[in-house]
Structures are given as structure tokens and as C-alpha cells.
């Protein structure tokens, strides 16, 4: 591997950063002062940045409980990203799994594995998400033999897959879908004149959100719980 991609990976620095760092003569491959980004390293190699040993960091997996106001990007100059809610030396090299818009609240999948996040996000995959939904007027009577058949999102050219509504009150619903369109879920509802006031996502295939993480917590997964997507 490229010595400035083994160095970007497994620290905070970026790709530019790694080279000014190399350009200070702050970089050593077995003792031996290295400056050419492009240097090979193997695993046998002992690289050190700023006299501090780097180890390549095995792949991560995290779930985190997505409060409002943060987004699923890392380019939004309004808003925070949700990597900011992430202890600084375990946030770098990850990414996002799927997105929540930045008025979602719920699931969200972290890590630097990206055949596995692309078994998440794939629409090949047909990964179902459950998203409980609050709307702002009674849901009509035959909205779940709608869903069941796809309905017609404004500007689309093909109805929706089908999804599975369940009633919990005649505001409040439970969806399971098994694409990800822009903003669909409200876009879905709008289809039916109804509007979500509220959204939270609960479970990502049969991997659901941990009742104990509070909003802005996250925690590893199991090997079992990284197994269920896989």
C-alpha cells in the first residue's frame, strides 16, 4: 500500500497533510526518514508519524442514534455532521451506510467497510428499513393496500416498491420500505395529501436501533449484529 493512504487510514490527517508531514521529515519506515508518498509499506513494516508508532486499524462497524439537526454528509457548511458525535480517534476513515435527513431522527450505520455498506445501501440488495412516521391528519383507509401496491412519487417515472404500513394510531404508522429515494417516505405520504411531521428510523434489516443509546450515542456492533447485514 501507498505509505500517504496507510497513513491517511489509520490517523486523523488527511492525504495532504500526510505529505507535509513527510515533507518535515516526520514519517520513518524502519527507522529510515521517508518522504516519497507513493513508498510502498507492507504489514512488516514498523511506520512511524510524529515518533508515534501507526498500526493499520482492522474494519469498524457502528450503530448510532441520530438526534435532529445533524446530517449524514461530511460537506454540509451549515450543519454538523453526525461523525462529529464520534470520539475523534475513531471517526476517521468512516462513512455512512445510508442517510437520514437532517429533520430524521434513528438508525444510522458507520464504517470504513465498503462492501459491506454497499450490501446495505444497494437497492439490489433489497435491504427493507422501518421507519415509524407521525402524520399530521388521519391516515386514509386504504393506505396500506396503496403502499402494498406502489404508489406514484411526484417526479418519478415508476411507482414505488411495495411497502408494509402498520397502524399504530390513526396518526402515527409504521413503514417498512425497501428502497431509499430522495426524502420517500415523506414524499409517500404527500402521495396520499397527508404530511410527516415527525420520522425516526428503527431498524436497518432485522438489525434494530439499541433501546438503551440515547440520541447522540453509538456503539460498536457484535460480530453477530455485523453477520445479520452481510
Known amino acids: 500500500m501507498r505509505l500517504d493512504k496507510f497513513l491517511a487510514d489509520n490517523s486523523l490527517y488527511s492525504r495532504a497533510q500526510i505529505k507535509r508531514l513527510m515533507h518535515r521529515e516526520e514519517v520513518t519506515v524502519n527507522g529510515e526518514v521517508v518522504k516519497d508518498p507513493g513508498f510502498k509499506v507492507t504489514d512488516t513494516d514498523e511506520v512511524m508519524l510524529e515518533g508515534e508508532a501507526m498500526r493499520a486499524v482492522g474494519l469498524r462497524y457502528f450503530m448510532l442514534h441520530k438526534p435532529k439537526g445533524y446530517v449524514c454528509s461530511t460537506d454540509d457548511p451549515e450543519h454538523s ?15 455512512m451506510a445510508g442517510r437520514l435527513d437532517l429533520d430524521t431522527t434513528g438508525l444510522v450505520l458507520l464504517t470504513d467497510d465498503g462492501q459491506w455498506s454497499h450490501r446495505v445501501t444497494s437497492p439490489k440488495h433489497d435491504c427493507a428499513k422501518r421507519y415509524r412516521v407521525w402524520l399530521d391528519d388521519p391516515l386514509i383507509d ?48 404527500a402521495a396520499l395529501d397527508n404530511k410527516v411531521v415527525d420520522l425516526h428510523r428503527e431498524a436497518i434489516g432485522p438489525l434494530e436501533l439499541d433501546a438503551s443509546l440515547g440520541e447522540g450515542e453509538y456503539r460498536p456492533l457484535t460480530a453477530e449484529e455485523v453477520a445479520l447485514l452481510g
Open 81 to 95: 455532521s453526525v461523525l462529529a458525535l464520534l470520539d475523534d480517534k475513531e471517526r476517521f476513515g468512516l462513512h
Open 142 to 189: 386504504d393506505a396500506e393496500q396503496r403502499f402494498e401496491e406502489g404508489v406514484q412519487l411526484r417526479g418519478e417515472r415508476h411507482l414505488t416498491k411495495p411497502a408494509t404500513l402498520e397502524r399504530v394510531s390513526e396518526t402515527e404508522v409504521l413503514l417498512t420500505i425497501s428502497e431509499g429515494k430522495y426524502h420517500q417516505v415523506k414524499r409517500m405520504f
